[in-house]
């Protein structure tokens, strides 16, 4: 009785098999056709419509940076969109040519590679400590950690401001690699935690088994395995700290020499308003090797966003 009631239960297991197989592959009725290819054509047509409105302010100032002084000033940047065009390069030779732009540049650089490479560095050293390393109240500093992102970076800086004047660290470079590098330091804690946690953990007991160090680990298993987290980290942390105006005009004083380009371009415009349309020339300047930066590791910033998002 047993092995009857058993082979009908596989019989009807397999049948409703059957039925919901044969239930996917039925062609689908015009109407669901329909609905399907509207859902699929009104989502993309919502996302093409985003990225024009986003798009247009953007394209609004690459328009003025082209266009004469005096016609920026007495028409919107829509009006050079119509015949006859009057493009020049004026602009862009006013502010390449103008004092202290490139030395600018060149400090914009001393201080973004320093304070890109020193967060990624520390923070993976804890991210690789908090994801394979067991230690007293390890989740709950993980918790303290996470919870510093939602702290405004602005209230800090006056007791930092007022300690660094104190032992005499501001208006020099490092006082911005290390400010740079305190406030950039939960987000990488976070990001790469996660993303070292979602790693096999088979491949990590396996090394420590054939007798490899925490460093030997972190060095050779997990630094080349976590190049998507890295990378789109690195992407973040040099966008913040290129863009950065706030904490580079305090920290940094009146060191005119050491000025990065932020503080250059923020020059560029009188008390008055006068000289805007060196601000556009200025800006997408200012641009060019940010978008370099994320062209070239875009492949990795969707990878490196998403892991650990599921595990972790």
Partial sequence: ???????????????????RLGALERPRTPWERFIHAFNSSSVTILVVVIALLWSI????????????PQLISSTGWWSGLVPPWRFTLENYQAVIQGQ???????????????????????????????????FPFRNFLFLLIVAMLVIPSQIALVPILTLFTAIGFTGQYWSVWIVHTAFGLPFAIFLLRNFFSALPR????SAHIDGASSWRI???LILPLSVPALASLAIFQFMWVWNDLLVALIFLGGAVEKAPLTLAVANLVGSYGEG?????AAAFIS??????????LQRYFIRGILAGSVKG
């Fill in 218 to 220: 972190y060095w050779n």
């Fill in 1 to 19: 009785m047993s092995r009857q009631i058993t082979e009908l239960a596989s019989r009807e297991k397999a049948k409703s098999v059957t039925e």
């Fill in 202 to 205: 088979d491949l990590i007991e």
């Fill in 276 to 280: 805007y349309q060196l601000l556009t």
């Fill in 287 to 296: 641009m060019a090797l940010p978008l370099v930066v994320f062209f070239a």
């Fill in 100 to 134: 202290g732009f490139g030395m600018a540049f060149l400090n914009s650089l001393i201080i973004a590679i320093p304070g890109t490479i020193l967060p990624i560095a520390v923070g993976s050293f804890a991210a690789y400590a908090f994801a394979w390393m067991k």
């Fill in 57 to 68: 302010p953007t394209f609004g100032l690459f328009v003025a940076s082209f266009r004469p």
